[in-house]
């Protein structure tokens, strides 16, 4: 583990609690777009102007190799992790990665999104339908079974696991419905669907017109739309899969002060609304989703039991790159 050789500076107060000054260096292990994560380290300095915040920002899945690398080098780089997903957290969590944050300020937030075990926490929803470029689809698809037919599938791009922690639990989640299964991808595949990477493989294909139709993220989906691109998003009609975009500190993490103080700020109402200006789902209740969006409680979440991805996961990989590359 790194060393930040920061001073952490007590003051006492009277009449109050000591305060804790949170300065130093804190580094932030993320799947998050950079451009949005800047926004992110800037809001967090306007409230906490003496910490510094340094990133690695990929697809969850490199992200998680290279944390992986660094624990069974005895070499964890990073203070604070934010990826994509709860089985990745899991992961990390079962591997005693994980700071237990017994006081973070949950009360806000659903119960679902919280680990029971305070190890890490939902930062917002974040759910996978499909994209389709109007300027070249005149019937859009309602439903994932749309996609298996011939002439869609192969028109059809979708992120990778190998890649993306959205895809991971995408594809973890539909495999786990007895109406689509790997039989889903089977078909997809057999009728030429391709994977791209991450998401944002997918969004540049359909907005370019390299296909008509695309398997993503919502938010990405919906702010190209209102940047003008001819593409709209589709919320399937047996439902949408979903993550929560957890927050965690590292167990050992040199600046705990500072760690904590970001993901006290993750969970705030400020950090949430800035999550609904960037095109998010928010997790809060009375914080109204973004233009265009349903209200949360309309949708249609497909269940999954998480322990049985992770147990899945890498077979899931191996079957999904059979199928597609990788």
């Given at each position: 583990?790194?060393?930040?050789?920061?001073?952490t500076?007590?003051?006492?107060?009277?009449?109050?609690?000591?305060?804790?000054?949170?300065?130093?260096?804190?580094?932030?292990?993320?799947?998050?777009?950079?451009?949005?994560?800047?926004?992110?380290?800037?809001?967090?300095?306007?409230?906490?102007?003496?910490?510094?915040?340094?990133?690695?920002?990929?697809?969850?899945?490199?992200?998680?190799?290279?944390?992986?690398?660094?624990?069974?080098?005895?070499?964890?780089?990073?203070?604070?992790?934010?990826?994509?997903?709860?089985?990745?957290m899991?992961?990390?969590?079962?591997?005693?990665?994980?700071?237990?944050y017994?006081?973070?300020?949950?009360?806000?937030?659903?119960?679902?999104?919280?680990?029971?075990?305070?190890?890490?926490?939902?930062?917002?929803?974040?759910?996978?339908?499909?994209?389709?470029?109007?300027?070249?689809?005149?019937?859009?698809p309602?439903?994932?079974?749309?996609?298996?037919?011939?002439?869609?599938?192969?028109?059809?791009?979708?992120p990778?696991?190998?890649?993306?922690?959205?895809?991971?639990?995408?594809?973890?989640?539909?495999?786990?419905?007895?109406?689509?299964?790997?039989?889903?991808?089977?078909?997809?595949?057999?009728?030429?669907?391709?994977?791209?990477q991450?998401?944002?493989?997918?969004?540049?294909?359909?907005?370019?017109?390299?296909?008509?139709?695309?398997?993503?993220?919502?938010?990405?989906?919906?702010?190209?739309?209102?940047?003008?691109?001819?593409?709209?998003?589709?919320?399937p009609?047996?439902?949408?899969?979903?993550?929560?975009?957890?927050?965690?500190?590292i167990?050992?993490?040199?600046?705990?002060?500072?760690?904590?103080?970001?993901?006290?700020?993750?969970?705030?109402?400020?950090?949430q609304?800035?999550?609904?200006?960037?095109?998010y789902?928010?997790?809060?209740?009375?914080?109204?989703?973004?233009?265009?969006?349903?209200?949360?409680?309309?949708?249609?979440?497909?269940?999954?039991?998480?322990?049985?991805?992770?147990?899945a996961?890498?077979?899931?990989?191996?079957?999904?790159?059979?199928?597609?590359?990788?």
């Amino acid at each position: 583990m790194k060393r930040h050789f920061l001073t952490t500076l007590a003051v006492l107060l009277a009449g109050a609690a000591p305060a804790i000054a949170q300065d130093g260096t804190i580094t932030v292990y993320t799947s998050q777009p950079t451009e949005q994560m800047e926004a992110v380290i800037a809001a967090f300095n306007e409230d906490y102007p003496d910490v510094t915040v340094e990133l690695f920002r990929s697809g969850t899945t490199e992200v998680m190799t290279r944390l992986q690398s660094e624990i069974a080098a005895g070499d964890v780089q990073a203070d604070v992790v934010l990826i994509a997903d709860a089985v990745a957290m899991t992961q990390l969590k079962n591997q005693d990665q994980l700071y237990a944050y017994e006081d973070a300020p949950v009360e806000n937030l659903p119960a679902s999104v919280v680990d029971p075990d305070m190890t890490f926490f939902g930062t917002k929803l974040i759910t996978t339908g499909i994209v389709y470029n109007t300027d070249l689809v005149e019937e859009a698809p309602t439903s994932w079974a749309d996609l298996t037919d011939s002439e869609v599938a192969s028109g059809l791009i979708m992120p990778s696991p190998l890649y993306s922690g959205a895809a991971v639990i995408h594809v973890g989640t539909i495999v786990q419905q007895p109406e689509l299964g790997w039989d889903f991808y089977e078909t997809l595949a057999d009728n030429g669907a391709v994977a791209g990477q991450g998401n944002g493989s997918v969004i540049e294909a359909v907005a370019r017109g390299e296909k008509p139709y695309g398997i993503i993220i919502e938010y990405m989906a919906l702010n190209a739309k209102a940047e003008g691109s001819p593409v709209d998003f589709v919320f399937p009609e047996e439902g949408v899969t979903s993550i929560t975009q957890p927050v965690a500190i590292i167990e050992g993490t040199d600046n705990l002060e500072a760690a904590q103080a970001f993901v006290d700020w993750q969970l705030s109402e400020t950090a949430q609304e800035q999550s609904v200006a960037q095109g998010y789902f928010p997790i809060y209740d009375g914080v109204e989703p973004p233009a265009g969006y349903p209200q949360v409680s309309s949708l249609s979440i497909l269940e999954a039991d998480p322990a049985a991805m992770l147990e899945a996961d890498e077979e899931n990989k191996r079957n999904f790159a059979d199928l597609f590359g990788g």
